[in-house]
């Protein structure tokens, strides 16, 4: 299939030369000339196509912008209403925890398969270890409302979807007579890939547009799956909110990703477990950011939040069981440590971890035993390595911890991106996949989708920030690709978001967070995801030069994705750093 798709890519690539020779519009001196005439060209075809299908298909009405932003938006919460500098007098910090499955029962007796995320075609008929949503809720004790920060086990989950879970959260605490102080719910999907699909970037997109030219759009989502995911991840929130108790909340940092010098390991490549596969830079995090609040009650059990950007995919494609890979095994060896556990994703756009790396010789010993106990578990041996390795980087650096002062400032904006031709951006416009759409005039499509970041800060030293898709995290910390280096040839000239915080400052990102939008890249990067199959072709290399990865353009809304964000989290930064 693969061998016949890229012979006839060829075939369009020499008419595509041919016809660009003469064509003023696609000059080959200019920077990689060549190759983006032939993108230009090539995807100026797909997108015809793509806009053609939109013609075809009844278009759902949505507001306009302007319309949007005059109204009142539902479900969207703004944080805390001031910031402030030293903790209130005789402050506590008050946490929560609430976990709940939402794998669906049919799937659990194998009555059902359902559609993975990430894999396109993947099914799975069983459960192996399980699909979570966790969730922690956060008090300061200065009167100004509780915070809580949920994670989804999932390739991602769309806006409006994060707003139903918060609209059954504030619904189920007021059937329990519950007045909520809710100032904000942060919602991340983990990005796990061998889960049932949360958002419906999938084979069942492909079918349910087909099926729309006769019978309208649906959501491309597994309808009964939806249903779950909002009541369970919902019945999390209300736990954490529930469970709140007073108690120390401390910071700590493990030891960077593979580089484990008092064990003596891992040595030879400083940072092993991690690979960033688009840009080959620094600018990314390299260890475990880590939160652990111990309860007063020395009956309670203490709780963990880890944060990195790294995907979880390290499960092979063609398994059958639902796995929530690495994440799963951290989980259980921190839960036999008598503590709760949630994972956070971070800034992880092309980040990976490295499915290849040797493993200490204890680490082995335990997969070993587990698979014993549990043959089917045998496929995904390298997740539960890379799980119990990863809780022990964890566990070990305990002792590293220091006190964060009671101290929750929150600050929250809606925004809008627009919206171009691709998958996910045919998804949003046609009402396939759950974003927030709106028409906009300076959309090039018509449309953009509103999404949210924000600005937190976790005690004095502490900055979180939300992004809503899958995000280049040399964005936020600096070193994105160069003029001469990038697609377009032309500087990024946005400051490093990092870079406006007060010197001293830990920053954090909170990816994938309220929104699935993508891959949020550097504009001056930014290529027709045509790009990736045209320069990833046998011999390509030799005609345009070295290959530069462009497949995460396949998965974005466009091309100033990443302009608009930075922005946006630049402008809410010096607002309170002025």
């Not at 699909?197 to 997109?205: E, K, M, P, R, V």
């Not at 204890?362 to 539960?384: G, H």
Request: hydrophobic share 40%; aromatic share 10%.
């Amino acid at each position: 299939m693969k061998k016949r798709f890229k012979s006839f890519i060829a075939v369009l690539l020499v008419f595509a030369m041919l016809f660009s020779v003469n064509a003023s519009a696609f000059s080959f001196d200019n920077h990689n000339g060549a190759i983006r005439a032939v993108t230009n060209v090539l995807g100026g075809v797909i997108d015809g196509a793509i806009k053609f299908l939109g013609f075809m298909a009844p278009t759902p009405d949505y507001p306009t912008v302007e319309e949007y932003f005059a109204s009142d938006s539902e479900n969207f919460y703004e944080g805390t209403q001031e910031f402030i500098d030293s903790a209130a007098d005789g402050a506590k910090w008050s946490l929560g925890f609430g976990s709940e499955s939402i794998v669906p029962a049919n799937l659990v007796d194998g009555t059902k398969e359902y559609y993975t995320g990430g894999y396109f075609t993947q099914k799975v008929n069983g459960v192996l270890d399980d699909q979570k949503a966790n969730a922690v809720a956060l008090n300061d004790g200065s009167g100004r409302g509780t915070t809580v920060f949920a994670s989804i086990d999932g390739i991602g989950v769309n806006n409006a979807d994060i707003r139903a879970i918060r609209g059954a959260v504030e619904e189920k605490l007021k059937k329990q007579g519950v007045a909520s102080d809710i100032n904000a719910i942060n919602i991340n999907a983990t990005h796990c890939h061998t889960v049932i699909d949360t958002q419906g970037i999938g084979l069942d997109l492909l079918l349910k547009i087909l099926k729309s030219f006769f019978r309208g759009a649906e959501r491309s989502i597994d309808g009964e799956f939806l249903e779950v995911m909002i009541d369970r991840a919902s019945d999390a929130i209300v736990e954490a909110y529930l469970n709140m108790e007073t108690g120390t909340l401390y910071y700590f940092e493990s030891v960077g990703m593979g580089k484990d010098e008092a064990n003596g390991l891992y040595l030879d490549d400083e940072y092993p477990y991690v690979e960033n596969k688009r840009y080959h830079t620094e600018g990314y995090q390299h260890f475990f950011a880590c939160f652990k609040f111990v309860p007063d009650d020395e009956k309670s059990d203490a709780t963990i939040i880890a944060n990195i950007g790294a995907h979880p995919t390290v499960v092979d494609e063609e398994t059958k069981l639902l796995s929530s890979d690495f994440l799963a095994y951290m989980g259980e060896k921190i839960n036999a440590a008598g503590m709760n556990f949630m994972f956070m994703q971070g800034a992880q756009a092309p980040v990976s971890v490295n499915k290849w790396e040797k493993m200490p010789q204890n680490i082995v010993s335990e997969a070993d035993a587990l698979i014993a106990e549990k043959p089917a578990a045998a496929d995904y041996r390298t997740a539960i390595e890379l799980g119990y390795e990863y809780a022990r980087l964890i566990l070990e650096s305990q002792e590293k911890v220091k006190e964060v002062e009671p101290i929750l400032n929150v600050k929250m904006t809606e925004y809008a991106i627009n919206l171009e031709t691709g998958l996910l951006g045919y998804g949003a416009t046609e009402g396939f996949i759950g974003t927030t759409t709106v028409e906009d005039s300076s959309s090039k499509t018509g449309y953009s989708v509103i999404t949210e970041a924000g600005y937190i800060e976790i005690g004095k030293d502490i900055v979180l920030l939300t992004a809503p898709g899958e995000i280049v995290p040399q964005l936020i910390y600096g070193n994105v690709i160069s003029a001469e280096d990038s697609y377009l040839g032309t500087a990024w000239t946005y400051e490093a978001t990092a870079s406006l915080v007060p010197e001293g400052k830990t920053v954090l990102v909170m990816g994938l967070c309220n929104d699935a939008i993508g891959y949020i890249l550097p504009d001056n990067d930014f290529a027709h995801f045509i790009a990736d199959t045209i320069w990833d072709m046998d011999g390509a290399d030799k005609i345009f030069g070295e290959y530069h990865r462009h497949y995460e353009e396949l998965l974005s809304t466009g091309s100033v994705a990443g302009s608009t964000t930075i922005k946006v989290l630049n402008d809410l930064v010096k607002s309170e750093n002025p």
